[in-house]
């Protein structure tokens, strides 16, 4: 069985390149699953995809653990860990980064033991969520690097699924696309299926328990003003952000402005204090904290700190 990643940021086509790589297998006789996975509910946030696709029934669900490609749209995405680009990676995974960057550049950054491709990254643009016709460039080239697509069964499966987008830029999808299938041909087929999952060597995840609310709370039904705070969406966290006092320099006006969820409560002194029963783990603040004072924390690890410290 094949099984491909496509990771990307909301807005980049991750989902329409997993939609057309399905097709595209399909229209080889494959069977096939296809699915996209978001995590916050931004553009820009990072999100992936994936595709499994198999001569024979597809039992297996969820998450591919263990892919044999990987694509990246985003290389800024490698290095955020709640992205899990390089989750499940081995000597065997071929992974595919859009970037301006060398192959030797990245397997060295990365210290990888499989192979790592590059698919020339276009001019730089202001908004990452934009990079034009990233996804579908994405799709040419797993399509080739499978080495069982048809450039016939490609197009066929970019004409059906963007049809609705209109003749102009079907034909503008295309050309990109298959300028990036002509691109990988002299990797066509450095893609090997991976063998069958064994539910003895699974590892079962490191789920952070989320109790439900009462149904006053989470009952989609508003009975009254002012309620949201009641909302805990702490419980949607993956990732903690984590205060070290001792470098934080007090610029509360900064970390404070910049919390979408006004989550960062200041003190007259001011000292910020993140709220964690509404703070959602978008990690703007570590990012935008000029000092570097803020960590991210692995939920489920700040979760057992937590639970040790008296
Ligand atoms: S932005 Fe960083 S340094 Fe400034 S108050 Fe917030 S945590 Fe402290
Ligand atoms: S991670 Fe930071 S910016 Fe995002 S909601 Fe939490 S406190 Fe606010």
Redesign the pocket.
Same mark, same amino acid.
């Given at each position: 069985m094949f099984r491909i990643r496509f990771h990307g940021r909301g807005g980049q086509g991750m989902k329409t390149a997993s939609r057309v790589l399905g097709s595209a297998f399909f229209l080889e006789d494959y069977e096939i699953q296809d699915a996209p996975r978001y995590g916050a509910e931004r553009r820009g946030a990072p999100i992936f995809a994936y595709v499994r696709a198999s001569k024979h029934p597809i039992n297996e669900r969820g998450i591919i653990r263990q892919p044999d490609l990987v694509v990246v749209a985003d290389d800024s995405l490698v290095p955020v860990p709640a992205a899990g680009v390089l989750q499940g990676l081995d000597e065997h995974t071929l992974l595919l980064i859009n970037s301006h960057e060398t192959a030797e550049v990245w397997t060295g950054r990365l210290n990888l033991s499989g192979k790592v491709l590059i698919l020339p990254a276009g001019e730089e643009v202001e908004d990452r969520a934009a990079l034009p016709f990233v996804g579908i460039a994405c799709a040419g080239a797993a399509a080739r690097l499978v080495g069982v697509i048809s450039r016939a069964a490609l197009e066929e499966a970019i004409r059906t699924e963007l049809a609705a987008l209109g003749a102009e830029l079907v034909e503008k999808n295309l050309q990109v696309a298959l300028q990036a299938y002509d691109l990988m041909q002299a990797h066509a087929a450095g893609v090997s299926e991976g063998g069958d999952a064994s539910a003895a060597a699974y590892e079962p995840p490191q789920w952070v328990s989320t109790p439900f609310e009462g149904v006053d709370i989470a009952a989609p039904t508003v009975h009254g003003g002012a309620t949201s705070v009641q909302v805990k969406t702490g419980l949607w966290?993956t990732m903690r952000?984590i205060i070290d006092y001792q470098r934080c320099n007090r610029c509360w006006w900064v970390?404070s402005t910049? &919390?979408?969820?006004g989550? !960062?409560n200041v003190s007259e002194e001011g000292r910020p204090d #993140?709220d964690y029963d509404? &703070?959602?783990?978008?990690? !703007?603040?570590?990012s935008k904290c000029p000092p570097h004072a #803020?960590e991210a924390v692995p939920e489920h690890l700040a979760q057992a700190e937590q639970e040790q410290s008296p």
């Amino acid at each position: 069985m094949f099984r491909i990643r496509f990771h990307g940021r909301g807005g980049q086509g991750m989902k329409t390149a997993s939609r057309v790589l399905g097709s595209a297998f399909f229209l080889e006789d494959y069977e096939i699953q296809d699915a996209p996975r978001y995590g916050a509910e931004r553009r820009g946030a990072p999100i992936f995809a994936y595709v499994r696709a198999s001569k024979h029934p597809i039992n297996e669900r969820g998450i591919i653990r263990q892919p044999d490609l990987v694509v990246v749209a985003d290389d800024s995405l490698v290095p955020v860990p709640a992205a899990g680009v390089l989750q499940g990676l081995d000597e065997h995974t071929l992974l595919l980064i859009n970037s301006h960057e060398t192959a030797e550049v990245w397997t060295g950054r990365l210290n990888l033991s499989g192979k790592v491709l590059i698919l020339p990254a276009g001019e730089e643009v202001e908004d990452r969520a934009a990079l034009p016709f990233v996804g579908i460039a994405c799709a040419g080239a797993a399509a080739r690097l499978v080495g069982v697509i048809s450039r016939a069964a490609l197009e066929e499966a970019i004409r059906t699924e963007l049809a609705a987008l209109g003749a102009e830029l079907v034909e503008k999808n295309l050309q990109v696309a298959l300028q990036a299938y002509d691109l990988m041909q002299a990797h066509a087929a450095g893609v090997s299926e991976g063998g069958d999952a064994s539910a003895a060597a699974y590892e079962p995840p490191q789920w952070v328990s989320t109790p439900f609310e009462g149904v006053d709370i989470a009952a989609p039904t508003v009975h009254g003003g002012a309620t949201s705070v009641q909302v805990k969406t702490g419980l949607w966290r993956t990732m903690r952000p984590i205060i070290d006092y001792q470098r934080c320099n007090r610029c509360w006006w900064v970390c404070s402005t910049f &919390c979408p969820d006004g989550a !960062i409560n200041v003190s007259e002194e001011g000292r910020p204090d #993140i709220d964690y029963d509404h &703070c959602k783990g978008c990690l !703007i603040c570590v990012s935008k904290c000029p000092p570097h004072a #803020i960590e991210a924390v692995p939920e489920h690890l700040a979760q057992a700190e937590q639970e040790q410290s008296p």
